[in-house]
């Protein structure tokens, strides 16, 4: 089967099984290693990617569902010249990365979020990391991160 979507800004055609998870794809084929594949069973979040705006974990979706849609990673989310999304500096500066498994999908994650609420307070944040979970951190430094970044004013700096 031939599926063709949008993969950060580019046409992507696949042709393979539909049923294959599109974190494979990216990987794979695709060499896009910032999305991570840990669990495999959409518990962690690692995995996640925007699929039409939407933050979703791409070890379950089927690369077969894609077709016409629009799908950005964690090394599109950065506009620019900038090296970083400034949702990402924000977690470096409150030194949030560890060992960086879960560091892409929390950003994806995150920014999806704060497109749609631009001024969360802590506890919004807080539900919207539902879903990603961190073995290193204390999840208290990704909350400080995020509401500096809303402090600085960067929400319309958001992907999308």
Same mark, same amino acid.
């Given at each position: 089967?031939? +599926?063709?979507? =949008?993969?950060?800004?580019?046409? &992507? $055609?696949?042709?393979?099984?539909?049923? =294959? !998870?599109?974190?494979?794809?990216? $990987?794979?084929?695709?060499? *896009?290693?910032?999305? %991570?594949?840990? &669990?495999?069973?959409?518990? /962690?979040?690692? /995995? =996640?990617?925007?699929?039409?705006?939407?933050?979703? @974990? #791409? &070890?379950? %979706?089927? +690369?077969?569902?894609?077709?016409?849609? #629009?799908?950005?990673?964690?090394?599109? *989310?950065?506009?620019?010249?900038?090296?970083?999304? !400034?949702?990402?500096?924000?977690?470096?500066?409150?030194?949030?990365?560890? &060992?960086?498994? /879960?560091? !892409?999908?929390?950003? @994806? #994650?995150? #920014?999806?979020?704060?497109?749609? =609420?631009?001024? !969360?307070? $802590?506890?919004?944040?807080?539900?919207?990391?539902?879903?990603?979970? /961190?073995?290193?951190?204390?999840?208290?430094?990704?909350?400080?991160?995020?509401?500096?970044?809303?402090? $600085?004013?960067?929400?319309?700096?958001?992907?999308?």
């Amino acid at each position: 089967m031939t +599926v063709t979507f =949008t993969l950060n800004g580019g046409t &992507c $055609r696949f042709h393979g099984d539909p049923m =294959t !998870p599109l974190v494979d794809l990216l $990987r794979n084929e695709r060499y *896009l290693t910032g999305t %991570k594949a840990v &669990c495999r069973e959409g518990f /962690c979040g690692a /995995c =996640t990617v925007e699929v039409d705006g939407a933050a979703v @974990m #791409s &070890c379950l %979706k089927p +690369v077969g569902l894609l077709a016409g849609s #629009s799908v950005t990673t964690i090394e599109a *989310l950065a506009t620019g010249e900038a090296a970083m999304h !400034p949702l990402q500096a924000a977690f470096a500066e409150a030194d949030v990365v560890q &060992c960086g498994m /879960c560091f !892409p999908g929390m950003v @994806m #994650s995150l #920014s999806a979020f704060l497109r749609d =609420t631009p001024a !969360p307070d $802590r506890e919004a944040v807080k539900a919207a990391m539902v879903g990603n979970i /961190c073995r290193c951190t204390g999840y208290e430094r990704i909350v400080d991160a995020v509401m500096a970044f809303v402090a $600085r004013g960067q929400e319309g700096a958001t992907h999308g």
